[in-house]
């Protein structure tokens, strides 16, 4: 198993794949996605409350995101963390950025 483990890029690739679809997905529909090509893919809102908000409509359509503002971050920078998997399918990532596209016309963050 360490022999597939360390032998294969397999699990890298789609890593990769999957965070570079979202990132794109993402700033094409008007979101700032910060950071590089990380899978941990801040989703910048700046307003806490608003932060909060998203978080709990995004689990309202079971997508498991987690909203962070300040002291965890600088004021004025709260954030939705959004963590990419290898595990994600192209389908899971359409549908959490469609979330992300209903709700963020919803609050009028889009």
Do not use: W
Not at 34 to 54: E, Q, R, W, Y
């Amino acid at each position: 198993m360490m022999d597939f483990i360390t032998d294969s890029t397999k699990f890298l690739d789609r890593l990769a794949g999957n965070t570079e679809h979202f990132r794109n997905a993402m700033t094409k529909a008007g979101f700032i996605v910060s950071g590089d090509n990380h899978p941990i893919c801040p989703v910048m809102l700046g307003d806490a409350k608003l932060a909060t908000t998203f978080a709990d409509k995004m689990m309202e359509k079971g997508i498991y995101v987690i909203g962070f503002s300040y002291p965890v971050v600088p004021k004025d920078k709260a954030r939705i963390c959004v963590q990419i998997s290898a595990a994600h399918s192209t389908e899971d990532i359409d549908r959490a950025v469609g979330a992300f596209l209903q709700i963020g016309k919803e609050l009028a963050v889009i």
